[in-house]
């Protein structure tokens, strides 16, 4: 499994960019691709999580009713959608993808198999 994670950018505070996953080959209904982030001299937290089957979603709370994940099935790709971004939202962010994740580990960088390159994401006027 290979992950291509692109959309990163320099932003305004208030502005939104849009992130995207492309995994190689098919994707069971089991499995979650997720979205974490990891700011300078911090640790790689998590962001968001999509089942791909049940479409279930979760987030961590400081990205609630800012962020939306969600999954394109024809082109094996995951979405970030990140509106009114803060300077806090800075970070290099990564997906990742796990089978074999389930909702009480969601949030655990153990639980996740593949990961993707990361694309930088810097809020700043």
């Known amino acids: 499994v290979q992950l291509q994670a692109c959309g990163g950018g320099l932003v305004q505070p208030g502005g939104y960019l849009r992130l995207s996953c492309e995994a190689s080959?098919?994707?069971?209904?089991?499995?979650?691709v997720t979205w974490f982030r990891q700011a300078p001299e911090k640790e790689r937290d998590f962001v968001a999580a999509?089942?791909?089957?049940?479409?279930?979603?979760a987030y961590t709370e400081s990205v609630k009713g800012r962020f939306t994940i969600s999954r394109d099935s024809a082109k094996t790709t995951v979405y970030l959608q990140m509106n009114n971004l803060k300077p806090e939202d800075t970070a290099v962010y990564y997906c990742a993808q796990g089978s074999s994740v389930i909702r009480s580990n969601i949030a655990s960088r153990s639980a996740y198999a593949y990961w993707g390159q990361g694309t930088l994401v810097t809020v700043s006027s």
């Open positions: 999509i089942q791909w089957g049940s479409r279930y979603t």
């Open positions: 080959g098919r994707i069971s209904s089991n499995t979650y």
